[in-house]
């Protein structure tokens, strides 16, 4: 079975992409949904945060998210402290699931970062998902009712698109142009053939 990663910038359009893939048959990871269950119920990444953000960061033992996004959108050095208590545990998580899904074909994890991480070194191939910058901040606006100075203040914190295209396995394009079904198709058929 191939694990497959696939990424791109925030508002690029993963989830749709992913969306399509579970239609035919392929069960898909969602780094960032299992990321928000290890934050609200890991007991040891639960005090890792407390002893680096603090108790204001919870309320009844809950994590306030957006306390906790207001402080590390802000200082990329907390942001930095974040990642290296949430990844490990999250990738840790997905190498489990990948193990439980070995009669498929392949399977696939969701993740906004991949190579700012180095989690491509646990993946078999990589899916970039890309969109024009300009309709990538218009959907997060929409989606997430924020700025778009809330918006580049996120896209800083990731890896320019041009390095994660150059990166690559694959590319999908989703810039409400092209069709994003043949494109899956395509690489559907390539994966599930070995083609790769």
């Given amino acids: 079975m191939l694990k497959i990663g696939i990424t791109g910038g925030i508002g690029s359009g993963k989830s749709t992409v992913c969306k399509i893939f579970e239609t035919l048959g392929i069960p898909v990871f969602y780094a960032d949904?299992?990321?928000?269950?290890?934050?609200?119920?890991?007991?040891?990444?639960i005090s890792e945060v407390k002893r680096i953000f603090g108790n204001e960061v919870f309320s009844n033992n809950i994590p306030d998210r957006k306390k906790i996004s207001e402080t590390v959108f802000n200082q990329p050095e907390k942001l930095k402290q974040l990642n290296s208590i949430l990844h490990?545990?999250?990738?840790?998580?997905?190498?489990?699931?990948?193990?439980?899904?070995?009669?498929?074909?392949?399977?696939?994890?969701?993740?906004a970062l991949i190579y700012e991480i180095g989690a491509q070194a646990f993946l078999d191939k990589v899916i970039v998902v890309t969109a024009p910058e300009?309709?990538?901040?218009?959907?997060?606006?929409?989606?997430?009712?924020?700025t778009a100075d809330e918006v580049q203040a996120r896209l800083q914190n990731q890896m320019p698109e041009r390095e994660k295209i150059a990166k690559a396995d694959f590319i999908?394009?989703?810039?409400?142009?092209?069709?994003?079904?043949?494109?899956?198709?395509?690489?559907?058929?390539?994966?599930?053939?070995k083609q790769v």
């Avoid at 990948?98 to 009669?103: R, Y």
């Avoid at 989703?174 to 390539?190: C, F, G, K, S, Y």
């Fill in 33 to 45: 949904e299992e990321s928000k269950k290890i934050l609200s119920t890991d007991v040891e990444v």
């Fill in 88 to 111: 490990p545990a999250v990738i840790a998580k997905s190498e489990t699931w990948f193990h439980s899904q070995k009669e498929k074909p392949y399977s696939i994890k969701e993740a």
């Fill in 134 to 146: 300009k309709i990538r901040i218009e959907r997060i606006i929409k989606r997430d009712g924020i």
């Fill in 172 to 193: 999908i394009v989703n810039d409400n142009e092209q069709l994003l079904i043949p494109q899956v198709l395509q690489i559907h058929e390539a994966l599930t053939n």
